[in-house]
């Protein structure tokens, strides 16, 4: 079975374009796109909720690009650069489903909005709970052991007993 949209001809900015209308549709009051190097984010807030995907695009001297899809032969820099902006629309059409396929579950009652999109909230310390939590999980799923659950101090003075 082939990617998804491996074929599309959508230019990147389209679909861009498309992931910031569907956000704003389903009620998100800010949008923010930006990209660095190989790697793109789109973050949008709904329902006081601020929700942040990191899209890791390909990198343009991967070997992949500058090789026929049978690996046989050589391309020349244009057909490289044409491969690479391929994977990159690729990419784009993907989390462009993804998004658009999360909002309408949770607009049909399908999935809970903050379980759906739980593991790409943003933390008050600028990393999203799936960040915060994955080192956690990985650690309990190869202990076989829960970490043990810490209380924060009570603000009043008073101990807590443990």
Not at 3 to 13: M, R, S
Not at 26 to 40: M, P
Request: charged share 30%.
């Amino acid at each position: 079975m082939g990617l998804y949209a491996q074929e599309t001809t959508v230019p990147v900015e389209r679909t861009q374009a498309e992931i910031k209308r569907e956000c704003l549709r389903y009620g998100a009051d800010s949008f923010v796109l930006g990209e660095e190097g190989e790697k793109a984010m789109v973050q949008f807030r709904i329902n006081n909720r601020s929700v942040r995907f990191t899209l890791v695009l390909p990198r343009r001297d991967e070997k992949r690009f500058w090789r026929t899809p049978g690996g046989r032969r050589e391309r020349d820099e244009s057909g490289a650069w044409k491969a690479w902006e391929q994977a990159c629309r690729q990419k784009w059409r993907a989390l462009y489903l993804f998004v658009r396929a999360s909002l309408e579950a949770t607009r049909e009652g399908i999935v809970d909005f903050d379980e759906c999109f739980l593991p790409y909230m943003v933390l008050p310390d600028g990393r999203t709970v799936g960040g915060h939590m994955a080192p956690m999980v990985k650690k309990a799923i190869e202990s076989g052991s829960m970490p043990r659950l810490s209380l924060p101090e009570p603000s009043n003075g008073q101990e807590v007993q443990r």
